[in-house]
């Protein structure tokens, strides 16, 4: 006969697999952190980010995983195929109200792309809760309220601390791009804050001590991501501190979702498929070299800072209400297109991903 404990470990529900998702949400917080711990020891927390900081986490993680979504959409014919008209349009889109946003002030425009980005960096780690509540086979009404509050309030109360602390030593895009609270509104949201935490950690030790039920990804995502933003945010008032917390929880776990339905479409050949290492070299190789290349067009076209990475400055001023709104198309279409491609309705593929444990 099976134990009930061995049943339970038997059904913990892992999206990917149980050292994938360790790896994934556990080791990029472990990375972020240890890259905190780092820059407290060499002196980086108070001053400007060091270039190799910015070339790790910007370059190679927030830009990079941008261009990851090509592989969910623009690198498989078959999903073209499947909706057009979005996939087509939303770049047009995205230039157009881009430019004509641009055009009228330079600062609408970056905090218009600076809430877009809070938007999608948010509902992203709301989306792995659900996808594992879904896995789990969670449908308790009030488990979902204490899950959407706790996972929510993880972001959205520093955000919040952050509006009514301006100015700060960090930003999202560019100084400024943040509306500043005249009043402290942080100080009322606090205890809801702390209040949603402690349900949530209760409600997760009461089910497994009583009934035997756990769901140690979800409890990671939403550990993980309350200590990374309170840390970046709250605790520390630095740009290095906000940089590695902030972009390396989102970033790595997208990248590993991106790659995990990619290989997951690509059909299998009678020939022998190449190795994990060769097509993971081959998914980072790409939208490595794709994020370089945005990037140097930024830097020589427009902010001018690293020259030592990118090359001498180019003179495109006269192009500059162009070329801003066009350099910015990959980032927002990346943003819109997640609010429909990891749709388990929309995808039977990807919505294996949350079937519960033991349904398929």
């Not at 706790?150 to 602390?165: G, K, M, N, Q």
């Not at 840390?231 to 940089?243: E, P, R, V, W």
């Not at 997951?264 to 993971?280: E, G, I, K, W």
Request: glycine residues 6%; charged residues 15%; hydrophobic residues 50%.
């Amino acid at each position: 006969m099976t134990s009930p404990t061995a049943s339970a470990v038997s059904s913990t529900p892992w999206l990917f697999s149980r050292s994938v998702d360790l790896m994934t949400f556990g080791g990029s917080a472990l990375l972020a952190l240890a890259m905190l711990g780092v820059g407290g020891v060499f002196g980086w927390l108070h001053q400007d980010t060091p270039s190799w900081t910015w070339v790790v986490a910007i370059l190679l993680i927030d830009v990079a995983h941008v261009y990851a979504t090509g592989f969910r959409v623009y690198f498989d014919r078959a999903e073209l195929a499947r909706r057009p008209w979005l996939y087509a349009l939303t770049p047009g889109f995205a230039f157009a109200i881009s430019w004509a946003l641009y055009s009228e002030s330079v600062d609408v425009f970056w905090r218009c792309l600076a809430y877009l980005a809070v938007f999608h960096f948010i509902r992203q780690q709301y989306g792995w809760v659900a996808l594992y509540r879904n896995k789990a086979g969670e449908t308790n009404r009030w488990g979902r309220w204490i899950d959407t509050a706790a996972i929510y309030l993880a972001t959205v109360y520093p955000l919040v601390y952050w509006h009514c602390h301006l100015p700060r030593e960090f930003w999202w895009f560019r100084p400024d791009d943040f509306a500043s609270f005249s009043l402290d509104w942080s100080a009322y949201l606090a205890p809801f804050y702390w209040s949603a935490m402690a349900a949530y950690f209760i409600k997760a030790i009461g089910l497994a001590v009583t009934k035997r039920q756990f769901n140690p990804g979800k409890d990671l995502v939403v550990a993980t991501t309350a200590l990374c933003w309170y840390l970046g945010i709250i605790t520390f008032n630095s740009d290095y501190a906000f940089t590695v917390t902030n972009v390396i929880i989102h970033g790595i776990p997208y990248m590993v979702l991106v790659y995990w339905y990619h290989q997951t479409s690509t059909p299998t050949q009678s020939r022998p498929l190449p190795s994990v290492a060769m097509r993971l070299s081959r998914f980072i190789g790409l939208i490595w070299i794709l994020a370089y290349v945005e990037e140097l067009v930024w830097d020589r076209g427009v902010w001018h800072e690293r020259s030592w990475l990118f090359g001498a400055p180019w003179n495109l001023d006269s192009v500059e209400t162009i070329l801003v709104p066009l350099l910015a198309v990959p980032q927002i279409t990346h943003y819109v297109l997640d609010g429909f491609i990891w749709k388990r309705r929309t995808s039977r593929k990807f919505a294996t991903l949350a079937s519960p444990t033991g349904a398929g």
